[in-house]
Every structure is written in C-alpha cells, then in structure tokens.
C-alpha cells in the first residue's frame, strides 16, 4: 500500500509564500505524474500543478500560473509546490496525488484530479487579506 502524506501548511497574509512538500512512501510511484490538488470550504476540488517526471513537463491551472512551482525530488521520496504571492483565493486544503493510472495521460488533463490512486490527507493553507 503507497502512503502519500503532506507538510507545509500554514496561516500567512497576503503576499506571503509557503513551500509544501509531499512524501511518498514507494519509489517506483516517484516516476509516474504526480500532482497538488486543493479544496476551498463550499467549492469543488480543483487541480493545482501536475508534474511529469519522466520528462520533467508541468502543467497549471490558470489562477496559479507565475506564482506556484511543482517540483520533485525521486531519491527523497518527495514532491513538493512552492507557492508564491499568496492570495486570500488560495485559502483552501491542499491534497497530494499519486500513481495516476497508465489509462490517463500525464498532462494538463490530469487536472481534472480523474485515474490517481493515492491520496494524502492533505494540509491546510490560510491566507488572510
């Protein structure tokens, strides 16, 4: 069983920057896509950053686009989302994914957060104006 598991968050103001980072259990999951989700109280889940390690292409939604980074590092077991100019809109708790089925392709479309099989229980980020 492949455990994912997030660290990171916390409570900033506006403008701030927060670094999570994602460990996960199994190796071999390290090659597959990888990807940062988030969930806002009252709203649907959303995809934040998708990276393809095999290639090293990442992928964003539009909100965070300039301002977060997905990146990883294989020997730590480690994903992680640098997060930059933080906005009260990125108020949210934000879920690592793993293992995302060889059905789906690891690409932009893997935001829909659709074919993962590992998720953290995520980490909660706060920002306030």
């Known amino acids: 069983q492949v455990h994912v598991m997030e660290s990171g968050g916390g409570s900033v103001q506006a403008g701030g920057s927060l670094r999570l980072s994602c460990e996960v259990s199994?190796?071999?999951?390290?090659?597959?896509?990888l990807g940062w989700f988030r969930q806002a109280p009252g709203k649907e889940r959303e995809g934040v950053a998708i990276i393809a390690p095999s290639v090293g292409s990442t992928y964003y939604a539009d909100s965070v686009k300039g301002r977060f980074a997905i990146s990883e590092e294989k020997v730590k077991k480690t994903l992680y989302l640098e997060m930059n100019n933080l906005k009260p809109g990125d108020t949210a708790m934000y879920y690592c994914a793993a293992g995302l089925t060889y059905a789906r392709s690891c690409s932009g479309t893997a935001l829909s957060g659709a074919g993962f099989l590992y998720w953290g229980q995520g980490t909660r980020v706060a920002v306030s104006p």
């Open positions: 199994e190796y071999s999951v390290m090659s597959r896509c």
